[in-house]
């Protein structure tokens, strides 16, 4: 049986109603993942045992300069035929089996390996202007496009993504997320309805230090593979979540929008609405969807999205899928439910509930500390504020009831 073989999928989107939860340190402050895998675990029935999945942030600090691909594998020959091609086009610093434990409720696993990688300096010069972060995400597309058995699902530098098929807690302790020490973890916990659930199509979905859970349906997914398709990104996956982790590459990444106005692009007001806003919001609203019509997502959704220097939560804009969020202190955590978060912390200073289309998110408080001084440089071109109203930061404890929604 060949587990990655994308043929055997059909190329339509995939429904789910599924489970979501992270949490984050935002003092950078490492956690084991045994609190996350119980948040997730609070949340079994909203799972089917086909789809579990985490992403950790924070847990190759020896190696935190080099990009960690974890990769799946059908074959011992797709193997080889993947190493010929990252041989090719890094230096390979290490590479080792990604440790897990034997578990009777995780069966027909693949092949699982991680490499710490560069892009080498001769295969650099056919990028031109473009950064080593273009020349990964063209070597994660070329991968898991050409080799039928082969899948990189993690591609970031110091964070990881670790997934497969089986409820979240049994991936979680299959994985031994206990040993490892992140300041950031998000999960997910799948409920696939129209396509198979297998180790690829489980969440996060993932690209250079981007992870993305979801809870719902992206009805545009047709729309929004098309549009990506002009700018190199290549869908092979058939789950729609996918779109969302190749969205934000784009936007943040590549367009260098902030996380605003990339959150505004793909879950903008309603055209009636929209009029109503403000003048300065109403003019930034109608050139966003104007200029990226193409990556508005439709359908009911929550959104749960983690990069280095923080978290951001969303829902579309009429609110059809959960999202709660809670802080203590310096933990800011988000959740389908609210039992998820309080099985971890049963004394937050403050709950509240995602309004509708208005992101949520929380940063690093001191980043160069955590990611270093070229990661913060990157963070900080994105770091722009939109008009009041466009976005939500994690509320602390007695800020104005107004702005909890």
Not at 31 to 37: K, P, R, T
Not at 96 to 116: C, D, K, M, Q, W
Not at 175 to 203: C, K, M, V
Not at 361 to 378: D, N, Q, S
């Amino acid at each position: 049986m060949r587990l990655l073989h994308r043929k055997q999928f059909p190329t339509s989107k995939d429904i789910s109603g599924c489970a979501i939860s992270g949490m984050m340190s935002e003092t950078g402050t490492p956690m084991s993942g045994e609190a996350i895998i119980r948040s997730i675990a609070n949340m079994h029935d909203r799972s089917n045992g086909l789809g579990g999945g985490f992403a950790a942030y924070g847990i190759y600090p020896e190696m935190r300069d080099r990009y960690a691909l974890h990769v799946m594998y059908d074959a011992m020959d797709d193997k080889q035929e993947t190493e010929r091609i990252i041989s090719r086009w890094c230096t390979v610093y290490g590479d080792e089996t990604i440790p897990t434990r034997p578990s009777a409720l995780v069966r027909h696993r693949p092949i699982l390996h991680r490499y710490f990688v560069n892009i080498k300096p001769e295969v650099m010069e056919r990028f031109c202007d473009e950064t080593e972060d273009d020349a990964i995400v063209d070597l994660v597309m070329t991968i898991n496009a050409d080799v039928q058995g082969g899948f990189v699902f993690s591609s970031g530098k110091n964070m990881g993504v670790f997934k497969g098929v089986g409820f979240p807690e049994d991936i979680g302790e299959f994985y031994r997320l206990d040993e490892y020490q992140a300041y950031i973890w998000t999960s997910h916990g799948r409920f696939p309805t129209n396509t198979t659930g297998w180790w690829g199509g489980a969440h996060p979905f993932s690209l250079l230090d981007w992870s993305v859970v979801h809870n719902g349906e992206i009805s545009s997914y047709g729309i929004n593979k098309r549009y990506l398709d002009n700018f190199g990104y290549k869908c092979t996956l058939h789950t729609d979540t996918e779109v969302i982790a190749y969205l934000f590459d784009l936007l943040v990444r590549k367009h260098r929008l902030p996380f605003e106005a990339a959150c505004m692009a793909m879950a903008p007001p309603f055209w009636p609405q929209l009029e109503r806003l403000p003048e300065v919001r109403r003019e930034l609203a109608r050139t966003l969807r104007i200029v990226y019509g193409g990556a508005l997502l439709n359908g009911p959704f929550s959104v749960l999205v983690g990069h280095a220097g923080g978290m951001v939560g969303f829902n579309d804009r009429t609110k059809l899928r959960p999202m709660v969020g809670a802080r203590k202190g310096d933990m800011v955590y988000m959740a389908s439910e609210e039992g998820a978060i309080r099985e971890v912390c049963n004394d937050p200073e403050v709950v509240w509930h995602a309004a509708g289309g208005v992101p949520i998110m929380a940063h690093l408080k001191e980043p160069e500390k955590v990611i270093g001084p070229e990661a913060t440089a990157r963070l900080k071109a994105h770091s722009c504020r939109l008009p009041a109203g466009a976005w939500q930061e994690a509320p602390r404890a007695g800020r104005a009831a107004a702005s909890v929604q």
